[in-house]
Nanobody
Framework: QVQLVESGGGLVQAGGSLRLSCAASRNIFSIATMSWYRQAPGKQRELVASITSVGTTNYADAVKGRFTISRDNAKNTVYLQMNNLKPEDAAVYYC???????????????WGQGTQVTVSS
């Protein structure tokens, strides 16, 4: 069974920092793009940042210059360093991996369970 396990969420004051991690299970033997999404109450899930297998990154305008996405391919892990957090960054953060396993055909999307980020003003 494919699993993505997120960690690192929590409560932080505005202006503070958090680092999220997401580890994909080893049975995903090939991962293309890894991404972070977030969903605030009453809002749609939105893309925060993504990174390809060769390190090409993409960021939502709202987080450019404050968030940094990175990955460790050897560990099947993606990170999101969040600096200068704002109250509007508060949401449940989800990671997504586009990957292949030995038992599936083609590429599939895999999602983590989400981790809560709360920013106090």
């Amino acid at each position: 069974q494919v699993q993505l396990v997120e960690s690192g969420g929590g409560l932080v004051q505005a202006g503070g920092s958090l680092r999220l991690s997401c580890a994909a299970s080893r049975n995903i033997f090939s991962i293309a793009t890894m991404s972070w999404y977030r969903q605030a109450p009453g809002k749609q899930r939105e893309l925060v940042a993504s990174i390809t297998s060769v390190g090409t990154t993409n960021y939502a305008d709202a987080v450019k210059g404050r968030f940094t996405i990175s990955r460790d391919n050897a560990k099947n892990t993606v990170y999101l360093q969040m600096n200068n957090l704002k109250p509007e960054d508060a949401a449940v953060y989800y990671c997504k991996a586009v990957g292949r396993t030995s038992t599936t055909v083609g590429w599939s999307d895999y999602w983590g369970q989400g981790t809560q980020v709360t920013v106090s003003s």
